[in-house]
């Protein structure tokens, strides 16, 4: 069931034009029509204060926490196995997304400029909490 909801997703965001183009509205900042992306006022800029910092600034850091609390709660706990489990997930989860990532293609159908004709799903904004 998962793997049907993804697909929509999949073909539904990264290979119809509709879908390209909302993700552009969202990553294009040269373009003044980005304020009225639905998501543009929970990144801060809409009120004027200091946006989140990219993930690509963060990502390892953020891993590390993550993986640092699981380690800390399975030697508090003595819970090996789930300790063992959870870390798997996080590298099934963050190695899937880089797979899927590369073999998943975007074809360009609205002539996007060359910086967002890249593939963004599955999205490591999203990959990485969820691990």
Same mark, same amino acid.
């Given at each position: 069931?998962?793997?049907?909801? *993804?697909?929509?997703?999949?073909?539904?965001?990264a290979? +119809? $034009?509709v879908?390209q !183009?909302? =993700?552009n509205?969202? *990553?294009d900042?040269?373009? /003044?029509?980005? @304020?009225?992306? #639905?998501? *543009? $006022? #929970?990144s801060?800029?809409?009120? &004027?204060? +200091?946006?989140? /910092? $990219?993930? @690509?600034? +963060?990502h390892?850091?953020t891993?590390?926490?993550?993986? %640092?609390?699981?380690?800390?709660?399975t030697?508090?706990? !003595?819970?090996w #196995?789930q300790g063992?489990?959870?870390?798997?997930?996080?590298?099934?989860?963050? %190695?899937?997304? =880089?797979?899927l990532?590369?073999v998943? $293609? !975007? /074809?360009d159908?609205?002539?996007?400029? =060359?910086?967002?004709?890249e &593939?963004? *799903?599955p999205s490591?904004h999203?990959?990485?909490?969820? &691990?």
């Amino acid at each position: 069931m998962y793997s049907l909801g *993804f697909l929509a997703i999949y073909l539904l965001a990264a290979c +119809t $034009p509709v879908g390209q !183009r909302a =993700e552009n509205a969202v *990553f294009d900042l040269g373009v /003044p029509d980005m @304020e009225k992306a #639905w998501i *543009f $006022p #929970w990144s801060g800029g809409g009120i &004027g204060s +200091t946006t989140l /910092p $990219p993930l @690509e600034l +963060t990502h390892i850091k953020t891993l590390i926490v993550g993986l %640092g609390v699981i380690a800390v709660v399975t030697l508090v706990r !003595r819970c090996w #196995w789930q300790g063992c489990a959870a870390v798997g997930v996080v590298v099934a989860t963050i %190695g899937a997304k =880089e797979v899927l990532k590369s073999v998943l $293609p !975007r /074809p360009d159908l609205v002539n996007a400029r =060359e910086t967002l004709i890249e &593939g963004s *799903f599955p999205s490591g904004h999203t990959a990485i909490p969820a &691990g």
